[in-house]
């Protein structure tokens, strides 16, 4: 070590004069004056012992005294000497921490503290109280020094400290700093195997034991180590085989019975983290439950639920006890779906290859497997943070010429010269056009082909017995008199189908639906009628082969659908009267029913009834859906009230985690009993008149299989993409057969994602027919303890991407029935089918006004023969004139599209938005319109959203992920839709704005993801010259725009960076390959808003449909500000540059993929990293304190763990 050189400047301090005195006896003349080294020494001691200045004056900067204690603690040989510079540098140590350690380890303490270890331990016997003050220093600098462990190794200090302990188990004055040495060594994965070799885990089980009120500290230190040692699989393997997992179950038990103050909570936990770490292993995990582990923890943390206190024990317990719930697979036949669709071919490579590919049987093995339960790699782990950060940004693009607009096209254009015919208006002169009747001169619109099968409407059964049949609620519906009303001992029978056609819905002569035939009833009279039997229309085909099936088969026989009670039709009369037949309606065999709804055209003015059953009839699905869901028949009107984001009930999450728990610890009280199951194709609902009836045969439907567990509880199980062996999220069902006032509980048991906004104020939304037909036919967020979180069904690595130990996760949520007879749907999101949107098409062609200039055309057919609607909407012009003509036809192109995602349904209602502000009356619509051409593609995955996928099509891949090199075949909507804008680009007319509607299900607030070279570059470590980074930041003008103007829209959550993840979605390649600045991916939440008018608010239809028209307002205002005789009147709006800089000062995470997970975690790592057993720490952000803001109940339960 350098000769230090003592200051000084502060003559008069005592200290200082010691210290130099010291210097100087340093080297050679340490050896000859041991005596007076003594006496420095120990004046210096009393000194710092009695006046705390003393400690600051060598602890200050360029004092050099702490240099000089160390030299002198290196050189000298005298034990006395030693002994006081111990003593000198615990004292400094123990007052002023983190700094003062930091000033030792800097100047190369730890070095000269481990080797006099090392040399203090070849004399025998060694000093005690030297061993035990080199112990104590060493205690406290270890945890400061990252370098402690592998120091500690090189130097060999590891033996000598565990053979001090061997030697000393009966001397807790000396056990006790080795065990805090030692816990700092452990904390070292190489350590930690190296001291498991030397029997240091059996060394801890000889220490720690049962209730004791000696020793507690003690004994807290040896459980810290114990449970650092446990981290190693090697040493959970050594402990699992000397049965040491039955000793601390017995042990925790005993320190739980006889802690009844709760006064060692510390050490009891202490106990639970070494079982957790050796329940990290599948052995430790066999141990445990051999060992009645799980009875043990379920009935220690029942007690212990009352103390709130304890809620660290009922965590940890928790944890390990959902750790160890056995591995199950999901109780399926197969987790591929159930329905197949044979594809022209099969792709090359990828997931669907690898589907087909597979032997039947092998799809979902229960895999218990650790994760890395390899042999452990013999390095260093204290730099793992830093090896992190070489991983963080992997997902950026960082090839320049990968950020660059492509010189030369895809294709040829004589390929894409077929695409002229979907731009006529490209080339319109309007020469046979009469402006005197615009609107006859329009052609018409291309629809899709008419169901050339029959359909059919079943209708319901009987009443049941124990209802007496009264009279009908005035506006419902009317059957023809072959429905009569059956006296109250009758037994239900059902009745013979009716051709759909012959169903009329009454209305009077100003085109209302006509209600005057329903008779008055008195009080009592509509109390009963809520008793009668609900409906249903359904849509039947006949018998037959049709090209879905399940599994692998290529066809199945269609089955006789159940009976859907999606329609209220209570028969009129009282007991043993006819039903009264509408006049005109047929007395033969032909007999039409007469179906009477609330009208509620004035409200959903693009919603009709009968047009909607018309658009079911051409809708082609996979399982040949006969029925219609309700909701969809009717339609939403979205309510006025306010619906709050749902803060959470303190304890929620571990009341549910404890009820799964108690099936494996009281099987006998599971009912495990099958109520719904599409894999039985002949009769997938079993009703027995005690359980739940459920349904999902409809279009968009998804729920395969429905388990009562117990009397109110059920495990619903969703159905995988059609071709597909995962994406489980999107959920619609429907729901009947429940009991009033009861407390059902729902857990949807094979969600994938990690995290979900069911964990942050999100609802999920049901629609009740008895209230629609009471006047509120709408969707509302409900559900009470609504929680997400792992579960113990096993994924197989098939569907995880080859990934092992993955497991679902379970959206669980109670739900309370406040009608008797009701009959309930329950959905992800606000449903939007296929056949809706043909309706909104027909409607807005109807109320077409004639400045519209509106066609419709069918892009493709997709490859369940649906097809794909085209939409060009602008302006007419206003005469033939040249100019005229000219204006229309060099108009800027816009480029929309939706519903990719067929779960994304929020998609579907802001572009929804989008179209009724186009085709509306106001002036600024006609702006618009004069401003542009809009080329539209409202539903880029049309049977992706007829069969109820969640992400896919019918191919079985996520269609935003082909846009680099689709297939016509397979990706027929995707290869079209390019292929128009390659078309454009082509000639000249690329638009200028293209944006493709997504939701989000982990983020709040409407955004935007652009593409910008500059900010991708910024992100990465890249070196890029100014030129190569030369970029218009005009692409910030329009989110910037909507910033400003959409209440739900937030800038701050915008991201521009490109990520090699994303290179072949939709908004990548239009911008790369079409040169297209503006291209965006606009993302619309499915949970609520964290800032601006709708701050701590669900979003409803209403709020995204508003999106949409706000999106029309800001290409408006783009248009403006674009045109340069207006830009010194908006001059705000263009202050982008100074608003990119500052953003870029803000950025706090590197990429879109990572921001997709931003949201803030809540204290219940038990719930995401089960299989890992490390609770990861997050830093909160700055919560929020205002009343209806989501953060205030997630900051509530970062305090509250486990809730």
């Keep these: 070590m350098n000769k230090p050189k003592m200051t000084t400047e502060k003559g008069n301090s005592r200290v200082l004069m010691f210290l130099g005195q010291l210097e100087r006896l340093n080297g050679e003349a340490m050896l000859a004056d041991a005596e007076i080294a003594r006496q420095i020494t120990a004046k210096i001691l009393h000194l710092i012992q009695t006046q705390e200045k003393t400690r600051k004056e060598i602890m200050s900067k360029g004092s050099g005294g702490m240099e000089v204690i160390l030299a002198t603690l290196e050189n000298t040989q005298d034990l006395q000497t030693t002994l006081n510079i111990l003593y000198i540098l615990n004292e400094l140590l123990t007052v002023g921490g983190g700094r003062r350690v930091g000033v030792l380890v800097s100047k190369g303490g730890t070095g000269i503290l481990l080797q006099m270890l090392l040399s203090a331990s070849k004399e025998w016997p060694p000093s005690e109280e030297l061993m035990l003050q080199l112990h104590s220093v060493l205690a406290k600098v270890g945890p400061k020094d990252r370098k402690f462990g592998v120091k500690a190794r090189l130097n060999g200090a590891l033996n000598v400290t565990v053979n001090l302990l061997k030697q000393n188990l009966q001397n807790p004055k000396l056990l006790l700093p080795c065990l805090q040495v030692l816990r700092v060594y452990s904390s070292n994965s190489v350590n930690a195997v190296s001291l498991g070799k030397n029997g240091l885990v059996e060394l801890m089980f000889k220490i720690i034991g049962p209730f004791s009120k000696k020793n507690t500290s003690l004994l807290k230190v040896a459980l810290d180590t114990l449970g650092a040692l446990l981290k190693s699989k090697t040493n959970a393997r050594r402990a699992v085989d000397r049965a040491h997992v039955p000793v601390l179950l017995y042990i925790y038990q005993d320190w739980h019975r006889n802690d009844t103050r709760h006064r060692h909570m510390l050490i009891r936990k202490g106990i639970l983290g070494c079982l957790k770490n050796i329940t990290n292993i599948k052995l430790g995990r066999r141990a445990f439950l051999d060992a009645d582990g799980m009875r043990i923890l379920y009935n220690t943390s029942t007690e212990c639920l009352p103390v709130r206190t304890l809620d660290p024990l009922i965590n940890t317990s928790s944890l390990i006890m959902r750790k160890c719930f056995p591995k199950n697979r999901l109780p399926l036949p197969t987790i591929k779906s159930v329905f197949h669709h044979q594809l022209p071919h099969i792709p090359a490579g990828g997931p669907v290859a690898q589907l087909y590919s597979q032997p039947p049987g092998v799809d979902d ?153 329903s008779p008055t009833h008195s009080g009592a009279e509509l109390e009963r009628d809520l008793l009668q039997k609900l409906e249903q229309v359904s849509l039947t085909r006949p018998q037959g082969r049709v090209g879905g099936g399940r599994g692998g088969e290529g066809s199945r026989q269609h089955r006789q659908p159940p009976r859907l009670t999606g329609v209220v039709c209570p028969r009129r009369g009282g007991v043993g009267e006819e039903s009264p037949v509408e006049e005109g309606a047929e007395e033969d065999g032909d007999e039409g029913a007469v179906l009477e709804v609330p009208d509620t055209a004035l409200l959903l003015p693009l919603h009709d009834p009968d047009l909607y059953v018309e658009m079911v009839k051409s809708t082609r699905s996979v399982p040949q859906y006969s029925q219609v869901a309700y909701p969809d028949y009717f339609g939403h009107v979205a309510p006025t009230f306010r619906e709050h984001i749902l803060e959470r009930v303190y304890g929620v999450q571990r009341t549910k985690i404890f009820q799964d728990i108690e099936r494996l610890i009281h099987p006998n009280d599971i009912l495990d009993k099958v109520v719904y199951d599409l894999d039985i194709q002949s009769s997938p609902v079993v009703d027995d008149g005690e359980s739940l009836k459920f349904n999902s045969q409809f279009e968009s439907g998804n729920l395969r299989k429905a388990i009562q567990v117990r009397r109110y509880e059920y495990d619903l199980v969703l159905n995988s993409d059609i071709n597909s062996n995962h994406y489980h999220q999107w959920f619609y069902f429907e729901v009947s057969g429940m009991c009033v006032g009861a407390p059902y509980r729902f857990n949807i048991i094979n969600c994938e994602k990690s995290n979900s906004q069911f964990n942050y104020g999100m609802q999920v939304l049901m629609y009740s027919v008895q209230e629609a037909i009471g006047g509120r036919p709408r969707w509302v967020r409900t559900g009470a303890d609504i929680c997400y979180y792992k579960n113990h069904f096993s994924r197989s690595s098939i ?209 935007m993801y652009g593409c910008s070279l500059k900010e991708t570059v910024w992100q990465t470590n890249i070196s890029a010259t100014s030129c190569d980074l030369h970029e218009d930041l005009g692409y910030r003008t329009l989110p910037k725009i909507l910033s400003q103007i959409a209440p739900a829209f937030s800038m701050a959550s915008c991201s521009f960076v490109v990520e090699r993840s994303k290179e072949a979605t939709a908004r990548v390649v239009v911008w790369r390959e079409m040169g297209v600045q503006r291209s965006y991916t606009m993302e619309s939440t499915l949970c609520g808003c964290d800032q601006g008018k709708y701050k701590g608010l669900q979003i409803g239809t209403r709020e995204l449909e508003e999106m949409g028209a706000q999106f029309c307002v800001a290409l408006l205002r783009l248009k403006r500000l674009t045109c340069p005789l207006e830009l010194r009147n908006h001059a705000h709006l263009l202050d982008v540059e100074s608003d990119f800089i500052e953003t870029r000062c803000k950025v706090t995470s590197p990429s879109t993929y990572v921001l997709e997970d931003e949201e803030h975690s809540f204290m219940e790592e038990v719930d995401y990293s089960a299989e890992s057993g490390d609770e990861l720490e997050h830093e909160p952000d700055v919560a929020d304190t205002h009343d209806n803001h989501l953060s205030d109940s997630e900051s509530n339960s970062q305090r509250d763990a486990l809730t």
């Design 799 to 1007: 569907a995880a991407g080859g990934q092992k130990g993955k497991s679902y996760y379970t959206m669980t949520f109670s739900m309370t029935f406040n009608h008797k007879d009701d009959v309930c749907y329950f959905a992800y999101h606000y449903p939007y089918t296929y056949s809706t949107l043909k309706m909104h098409l027909q409607k807005l062609e109807a109320l077409r006004t004639p400045q519209v200039y509106l066609r419709q055309d069918i892009l493709c057919e997709t490859l369940g023969g649906n097809g794909c609607p085209l939409l060009t909407i602008t302006a007419m012009p206003e005469s033939t004139s040249n100019d005229q003509i000219c204006q229309f036809r060099n108009r800027p192109l816009v480029f929309l599209s939706a519903r990719v995602h067929p779960g994304e349904t929020n998609a579907s209602w802001v572009m929804k938005g989008t179209l009724e502000f186009l085709m509306g009356t106001s002036p600024l619509a006609q702006s618009l319109r004069e401003a542009y051409i809009f080329k539209i593609v409202p539903m880029l995955n049309p049977d992706g959203v007829v069969n109820g996928n969640h992400r896919c099509s019918l191919s079985g891949e996520d269609l935003n992920r082909q846009w680099q090199s689709p297939s016509p075949e397979l990706h027929p909507t995707i290869y079209h839709t390019k292929s128009l804008l390659q078309y454009l680009t082509a000639i000249q007319r690329a638009p200028l704005v293209f944006c493709d509607y997504h939701g989000h299900s982990r983020k709040k607030n409407v955004f």
């Design 365 to 517: 093995v229960v895999d218990e497997s650790d994760d890395n339960e390899d042999a452990e790699a013999e390095n260093d782990t204290e730099n793992e943070e830093d090896k992190d950060l070489h991983a963080q940004n992997d997902d950026i693009e960082t090839d320049i010429s990968k950020l660059r607009p492509r010189e030369t096209p895809s294709r040829p254009f004589e390929e894409l010269k077929i695409y002229e015919r979907f731009f006529l208006e490209l080339s319109e002169d309007f020469q046979g056009f009469n402006f005197d009747n615009p609107k006859a001169a329009v052609i018409d619109p291309v629809t899709a082909p008419k169901s050339h099968c029959s359909i059919t409407v079943p209708t319901a059964q009987g009443l049941p017995p124990k209802y007496p049949t009264t009279a009908p609620l005035q506006g419902e519906r009317h059957l023809a008199k072959d429905a009569r009303p059956r006296p109250e001992t009758s037994s239900p029978a059902p009745a013979c189908p009716l051709d759909l056609d012959t169903i009329n819905i009454t209305r009077g002569q100003d085109g209302r639906r006509d209600h005057s035939q």
